[in-house]
């Protein structure tokens, strides 16, 4: 290892702990938390994120609050797919603000302190795995059909190739390298499904292998049913969108059909697990 990467090491690992999130939780959404306790967890799910309907999206909005990304560590005026997620499991599976900021930390971080280092940057290799250990997912993709599995060994070459690499702060040693393989819904026998979905479920667009790229999954979102439809509602990059919106899950499907610069090859579904009595039924 270089010296510039032991001294960046050094410094992600002494990281201070997190400073209390600068970002109130808006208080509509407040209000819903508290007025779905108790409710099954897909109508608590879909009334706690309804008031953010429209917040733009946003790469990357949030981190620790200090050290390599003092972006604060939660926020609620800007997502990306994956905080968007994040902040709707944390303030739905518990009940009230402890338990929403000990739920992300957990999605982020699993039982290790706050910092860069140790946040769950990587789908495949840390959050899917972590949130399941956590037993705050469960993956249900095996319900709605027979997967398929991508499995590859990852190494430091394959980092390397990484168009991404040089702007990543880990060094070599911190990225996920051994044997990574993840099952997943192939897209053709996902769209058969769509009617079977579980509302309330996340669901994990997973791209074909690449040999340039050490990770499958690109994009999430919560499955729910809204007005006698069922919706992907996720914060979309998508040009007629960039920000939280509700996207027809069947049409979304049909869409993810038409990549091919990068292929989707399925979809995972991850169904969370309520935490306490106050969180109401699975979904």
Avoid: N
């Amino acid at each position: 290892m270089s010296l510039a990467a032991l001294l960046l090491a050094a410094a992600l690992a002494t990281e201070p702990p997190a400073p209390v999130p600068r970002h109130p939780v808006p208080a509509a959404v407040a209000e819903a938390e508290v007025r779905t306790r108790g409710a099954p967890l897909a109508e608590r799910m879909r009334a706690v994120s309804t008031p953010l309907l429209g917040a733009p999206y946003a790469a990357d909005p949030e981190g620790e609050g200090f050290g390599h990304d003092p972006d604060p560590p939660a926020r609620y005026d800007a997502f990306d797919c994956l905080t968007f997620v994040e902040a709707v499991l944390a303030l739905t599976l518990g009940d009230g603000p402890e338990a929403t900021s000990r739920l992300r930390a957990t999605l982020r971080y699993g039982d290790q302190p706050p910092g860069h280092a140790a946040r769950h940057h990587f789908m495949e290799a840390e959050w899917i795995p972590g949130a399941l250990a956590a037993g705050l997912l469960r993956d249900t993709t095996a319900r709605y059909g027979t997967p398929a599995r991508h499995t590859r060994v990852l190494t430091a070459e394959d980092w390397a190739r990484w168009p991404d690499r040089a702007a990543f702060p880990h060094p070599d040693e911190r990225l996920p390298q051994g044997e990574l393989s993840i099952a997943y819904l192939p897209l053709d026998a996902a769209r058969q499904a769509v009617g079977r979905l579980t509302p309330g479920s996340v669901l994990l667009v997973v791209r074909a292998d690449r040999a340039d790229h050490p990770f499958w999954v690109t994009h999430l979102g919560l499955v729910l049913d809204v007005d006698g439809r069922r919706v992907l509602r996720h914060a979309s990059q998508m040009r007629s969108a960039r920000k939280v919106t509700d996207t027809g899950l069947a049409w979304y499907l049909d869409h993810l059909a038409t990549y091919r610069v990068w292929p989707v090859a399925g979809v995972v579904v991850l169904e969370p697990v309520p935490q306490g009595g106050s969180a109401g039924d699975a979904p």
